[in-house]
């Protein structure tokens, strides 16, 4: 069994290498064709050729590409409508003679969309429709009856991968723009939430003054449910952080819960954050700062408008 699975990888891995160093002419004319593309990138087929280009399609469009998958049975029935004079079409059907695929091309020239497709066989019905022919044959099917489409789909779903992060790489889509498609990811998250996002803040924050008592600062941070209290002056600027660490530290020292005040307890100088600073940088000051620490005021235009609590940033998905 072990055999079996291990030569379909490598015959699928072979076919790919082979077509790596013999990629013709027509795949840099694809690419031309879809960066200079003033509408939609249309993937159309059925089976499971289909699903390939369904993917390319979702593939393209998460890339920076607009995209979508036509169904070619569904498109003789008025999905046609959805393709406009603007947009290049790319049509797949590894045996080039799928009906339901062939008989598009001539609808697609009407309508003065570029048309291309991705087959096996370029001299086939469909690859003499198209404008432009993607030759992806492969010797053979992995299948050991040399029926089912191993092979033949890997390398349609390969070359779609390599073309569209070739136009990708062209485009200079960097990884800002693929957050912005993907918020709901933990990658989005990752590019996109920021400390304002998670910050703890409004009745979450434990914010004292100079002078306040350690009873009050206790029941400060309780409340705020927080490990810690920022200590700020008359203009909210920040003058310093008490810890619980710092409360339990005054305690075991033998001081009373009745004396003292945030004065004498805080600490300044700690690291600080601001609120459009990416919830991964901040993760990354907290685990850089040399000391342990699991709060970290978050300061803007001078004043404390938020308290960045480490565990916040676990729970945010960002890791």
């Not at 159309?44 to 993917?55: D, L, P, R, V």
């Not at 046609?80 to 009906?99: A, K, N, P, R, W």
């Amino acid at each position: 069994m072990s055999e079996a699975i291990g030569r379909v990888l490598r015959e699928e891995g072979e076919a790919l290498i082979a077509k790596a160093s013999s990629v013709e002419r027509e795949f840099n004319l694809m690419m031309e064709w879809i960066l200079g593309c003033r509408g939609r990138l249309v993937t159309c087929g059925i089976g499971k050729s289909g699903h390939i280009a369904a993917k390319a399609a979702a593939t393209f469009a998460s890339t920076g590409t607009p995209s979508f998958f036509l169904h070619a049975a569904e498109a003789v029935h008025g999905d046609l409508g959805m393709v406009t004079e603007h947009d290049v079409v790319l049509g797949y059907t590894y045996s080039g003679e799928t009906d339901e695929v062939v008989r598009l091309f001539p609808s697609f020239r009407q309508i003065g969309a570029k048309s291309a497709v991705m087959t096996g066989r370029p001299g086939s019905s469909a690859g003499r429709a198209a404008d432009l022919v993607l030759n992806v044959g492969v010797e053979r099917e992995a299948c050991p009856n040399n029926l089912a489409p191993t092979t033949s789909t890997t390398m349609m779903l390969a070359m779609s991968d390599a073309l569209a992060v070739a136009v990708m790489e062209e485009r200079k889509f960097t990884s800002e723009d693929f957050a912005k498609f993907h918020p709901a990811g933990a990658l989005g998250r990752r590019l996109l939430l920021t400390v304002g996002d998670v910050m703890r803040q409004g009745e979450d924050l434990a914010v004292v003054g100079l002078d306040t008592s350690v009873v009050e600062l206790m029941r400060v941070i309780t409340s705020a449910g927080a490990g810690g209290a920022c200590v700020v002056g008359g203009a909210g600027e920040l003058l310093g952080f008490v810890s619980d660490g710092d409360l339990r530290r005054w305690i075991v020292d033998g001081h009373s819960v009745t004396a003292g005040t945030a004065r004498e307890l805080m600490s300044s100088g700690g690291p600080t954050c601001e609120p459009g600073l990416l919830a991964i940088d901040a993760l990354e000051a907290f685990q850089n700062y040399p000391a342990k620490i699991g709060e970290m005021p978050v300061v803007a235009d001078g004043r404390v408008v938020g308290l960045m609590v480490l565990k916040d940033l676990l729970r945010s998905g960002i890791v």
